[in-house]
């Protein structure tokens, strides 16, 4: 078992050295990136549909890296609404990894961006612990899933700077515990902004939509950092 | 990549041997094994407190083993319902694995059970590769979920006998094509069994209890094989 976790350090410090190289190109581009993590199922892809339609409005360079494990429903799903949308088919692996990431940028305009979402595998347990040169991690959870998982995968919960408690519409139908389930992501995560969204229903994506062009536009603000 | 890959192999190895012994000890005991797998707020906890209740009122000797990465709430909310629940607690680690269900079972009244739940870590991806010795996996799946999960996660759908379709009273306030996901799931797996369910309204569990009690009748009748 030793063995078995050294190469798991081993892997993970490698894992951030691409992290940071990738960390660095971003911000030399101004380019905003979001690590969107959940459950299988939470409804990243439908939250991501509905926000390649927002930004189309607002004229916000767009691209997606959806991560999968087997198909390319996601990449193909979200290229419906105008944006370059690659997927990273990961083979079996249970989440991103950076050089995943790195490989699949190669594909993508980089300098022609305002903004980056990385949708992972749907696993609420691995991908927290891979850095992918992201800006901020954000977790999707599904009122349907229960308010236990903030205590209970705490890793994501604690590494996230954005909770989306998602499919808020379907409240009146479940035991879920929206204080509560908020008051426990606070646990972990004193910091943890709350936003609250639906697909299907009231009230949308639009406190979402404000919460993502605020940092577009830090981003933007960030200014490029002077280069030798 | 390579060492990393072989790591793996050899885990999984050692994997199998202790299943195969924890295997022969149930069947030697005809103890039914159930191990369920799903993503995370699927509802296997609450499934389990319900089947619990209802084995009370056929007197199944019943014990639950329940795997999490951090709490012990699980176990908590089952020994409410009058059986043994042993909580696992993986420290990170995002699936059970065979060694870990050996350790839990010296808790275990295992000459007086009839059925033993092995109650996996919410997780659809990794779960599936680690054999505990079970009789059967079987797959919790949410409707809100959406039914693209037995194509995207093909590898759990594959190994289980029976998926639970589950939460199934929140149909009409999704987008779930259930004929869609079931033909998808025996696209992966043409044997697999389907039993509908829900715990907040109907249907119920009733058509699961029944598929459950034929199968600890199908293994109390299997015969206690003869031993040297």
Same mark, same amino acid.
């Given at each position: 078992?030793?063995?078995?976790?050294?190469?798991?350090? #081993?892997?993970? $410090?490698?894992?951030?050295?691409?992290?940071?190289?990738?960390?660095?190109?971003?911000?030399?581009?101004?380019?905003?990136? &979001?690590? &969107?993590?959940?459950?299988?199922?939470?409804?990243?892809?439908?939250?991501?549909?509905?926000?390649?339609?927002?930004?189309?409005?607002?004229?916000?360079?767009?691209?997606?890296?959806?991560?999968?494990?087997?198909?390319?429903?996601?990449?193909?799903?979200?290229?419906?609404?105008?944006?370059?949308?690659?997927?990273?088919?990961?083979?079996?692996?249970?989440?991103?990894?950076?050089?995943?990431?790195? !490989?699949?940028?190669?594909?993508?305009?980089?300098?022609? &961006?305002?903004?980056?979402?990385?949708?992972?595998?749907?696993?609420?347990?691995?991908?927290? #612990?891979?850095?992918?040169?992201?800006?901020? $991690?954000?977790?999707?959870?599904?009122?349907?899933?229960?308010?236990?998982?903030?205590?209970?995968? %705490?890793?994501?919960? !604690? !590494?996230?700077?954005?909770? &989306? =408690?998602? $499919?808020?519409?379907?409240?009146?139908?479940?035991?879920?515990?929206?204080?509560?389930?908020?008051?426990?992501?606070?646990?972990?995560?004193?910091?943890?902004?709350?936003?609250?969204?639906?697909?299907?229903?009231? %009230?949308? =994506?639009?406190?979402?939509?404000?919460?993502?062009?605020?940092?577009?536009?830090?981003?933007?603000?960030?200014?490029?950092?002077?280069?030798?």
């Amino acid at each position: 078992m030793t063995e078995r976790v050294e190469v798991r350090q #081993s892997v993970l $410090k490698e894992n951030d050295r691409i992290a940071a190289e990738l960390r660095t190109g971003f911000a030399g581009r101004q380019l905003l990136v &979001l690590n &969107l993590i959940s459950s299988p199922g939470a409804g990243k892809t439908t939250i991501l549909e509905g926000t390649l339609e927002a930004l189309r409005a607002t004229r916000r360079r767009t691209a997606v890296l959806t991560g999968d494990i087997q198909t390319e429903r996601d990449a193909e799903r979200l290229r419906g609404h105008g944006f370059p949308a690659l997927q990273i088919t990961t083979g079996g692996t249970c989440h991103l990894d950076a050089a995943m990431v790195q !490989r699949a940028l190669a594909g993508l305009p980089l300098d022609d &961006l305002d903004v980056l979402f990385i949708e992972n595998v749907g696993n609420l347990v691995c991908p927290a #612990s891979y850095d992918l040169g992201e800006d901020t $991690k954000i977790v999707v959870l599904s009122v349907a899933e229960g308010d236990d998982k903030p205590l209970k995968y %705490p890793g994501i919960f !604690r !590494r996230a700077r954005l909770m &989306l =408690l998602h $499919k808020i519409d379907l409240l009146p139908y479940t035991r879920f515990n929206r204080e509560a389930a908020i008051a426990d992501a606070r646990r972990v995560n004193p910091d943890i902004e709350v936003v609250e969204t639906s697909c299907l229903a009231e %009230p949308g =994506l639009g406190a979402w939509i404000r919460w993502l062009e605020a940092r577009i536009e830090e981003k933007r603000l960030a200014g490029r950092p002077t280069r030798g």
